[in-house]
């Protein structure tokens, strides 16, 4: 695989304070990273500091293997970049749009045409090019902006928030959209909206308090989603200090009307003997599932559970 972002050991502090502490990762060809984290976990200073919008304390960013300190305008050609607010022209034509953007991209004037009429394809926009960009509904105009940022056919794509203040059509037309980039581009997706990162993404990451407290796959947020724990319901009240002894339960909690939450270790699932032991028993097995973590409790207990050791200022 081609590594397009390598981030080093990134830090960035504004007087004593370390917003951004000792990130580093890494983002593939093919790859879609979601970017999370709470207000004011420095998300935005690692997103400025990846476009060269922000200069780190410390550290390196490599954009395609070009070292973004030493070769700005070089690395910056292989970026892509979608602000929260698309920065559209509502006077213009969605052409007269792209082709200005075009020059500022350094397209040359002989391609210009060509990369217009892919860009306008690749997002759907071929056959409004020669509307007004402010009669365009905001999904188009969202549209508008994805298009500029790949105009140059950049390597990684930068998207801030694509779909907020879409409708629920538009919302899954653009993630529709951001899996189709993804295949031939490397992409951060940052966004609040957790449920974006499962649709449209292939990795996961969390700051929180300016470290990355969460590096992962979809899949292996999938697994840390499937709780160690299942939920029993019984037609009988049953001994609860049995099946406290069955192996890799931890702990039962009683949630009332004969239904309990069993508590096991992550690596062992007893519900196969736990519900052989309801059964032989004659508690009646009514009910017996594994329960599922949502990602926003996730979200939650990582950015509100996980320790941050302070580093003092270089």
């Known amino acids: 695989m081609t590594q397009l972002i390598q981030v080093e050991q990134l830090y960035r502090y504004y007087g004593t304070h370390c917003a951004v502490n000792n990130v580093s990762f890494t983002l593939e060809k093919g790859e879609i990273l979601g970017f999370l984290g709470p207000n004011g976990a420095g998300k935005s200073s690692t997103m400025q500091m990846i476009c060269g919008n922000l200069a780190p304390t410390s550290g390196q960013i490599l954009i395609n293997g070009i070292d973004l300190l030493d070769n700005p305008k070089e690395a910056k050609r292989e970026l892509g970049y979608l602000p929260e607010l698309p920065p559209v022209y509502r006077e213009l034509t969605v052409d007269e749009y792209l082709g200005y953007c075009a020059k500022l991209h350094g397209v040359p004037r002989d391609k210009q045409r060509s990369a217009l009429a892919q860009a306008k394809e690749r997002c759907g926009l071929t056959e409004v090019g020669e509307r007004l960009i402010g009669n365009l509904s905001k999904g188009y105009q969202q549209r508008v902006g994805i298009a500029q940022a790949i105009l140059h056919t950049p390597a990684v794509i930068i998207l801030d928030e694509p779909t907020v203040g879409l409708d629920p059509i538009q919302i899954r037309e653009i993630r529709e959209l951001i899996r189709e980039l993804g295949k031939e581009h490397g992409i951060i997706l940052s966004t609040h909206i957790l449920p974006e990162v499962q649709e449209s993404c292939t990795q996961v990451q969390i700051i929180h308090k300016g470290r990355l407290v969460l590096n992962d796959s979809i899949e292996g947020l999938e697994q840390q989603m499937r709780a160690s724990s299942l939920v029993l319901e019984t037609r009988a009240v049953p001994d609860l200090q049995r099946l406290t002894y069955v192996d890799g339960v931890q702990k039962i909690d009683d949630l009332g009307d004969r239904r309990y939450r069993i508590f096991h270790d992550k690596d062992k699932n007893p519900a196969e003997r736990i ?22 409790e996730i979200f939650i207990d990582i950015t509100t559970h996980t320790p941050i050791v302070e580093e003092p200022t270089p």
């Open 275 to 296: 519900a052989e032991l309801v059964v032989s028993a004659g508690y009646g097995l009514l009910a017996l599932s594994p329960e599922r973590r949502s990602m926003e």
